[in-house]
């Protein structure tokens, strides 16, 4: 059982960052794949971003790509999601989450993912 605690979120104006932080319980996730989703009031829960935590390759949502940057730190068992040239329309509320990484995994869909973070609050000003 993996446990993900995020962390990060806060009060930002337009055009301001924020670093999220996602600490991971389990030691033995060399083999997961880890994802931050989002989810806007009203609105589904929708994909961000995703690394496969052993070798690293990053995925992201097409509106994030070049402001958002995904990342993990294996000797701390966290990932990382920094958020630049924050917008409105990326307030949120923000989730880490984690599976098990095999070459039939939908990153992007978040049943794939059956760990989950309790979430964190982002919102931009604008």
């Known amino acids: 059982q993996v446990q993900l605690v995020e962390s990060g979120g806060g009060l930002v104006q337009a055009g301001g960052s924020l670093r999220l932080s996602c600490a991971a319980s389990?030691?033995?996730?060399?083999?997961?794949?880890m994802g931050w989703f989002r989810q806007a009031p009203g609105k589904e829960r929708k994909f961000v971003a995703a690394?496969?935590?052993?070798?690293?390759?990053?995925y992201y949502e097409d509106s994030v790509k070049g402001r958002f940057t995904i990342s993990r730190d294996k000797a701390k068992n966290t990932v990382y999601l920094q958020m630049d040239t924050l917008e409105p329309e990326d307030t949120a509320v923000y989730y880490c989450?984690?599976?098990?990484?095999?070459?039939?995994?939908?990153?992007?869909?978040?049943?794939?993912?059956?760990?989950w973070g309790q979430g964190t609050q982002v919102t931009v000003s604008s």
């Open positions: 389990e030691r033995t996730i060399s083999s997961y794949a």
């Open positions: 989450a984690a599976q098990t990484f095999t070459f039939a995994s939908r990153l992007m869909k978040d049943y794939e993912y059956p760990y």
């Open positions: 690394i496969l935590w052993n070798i690293g390759i990053t």
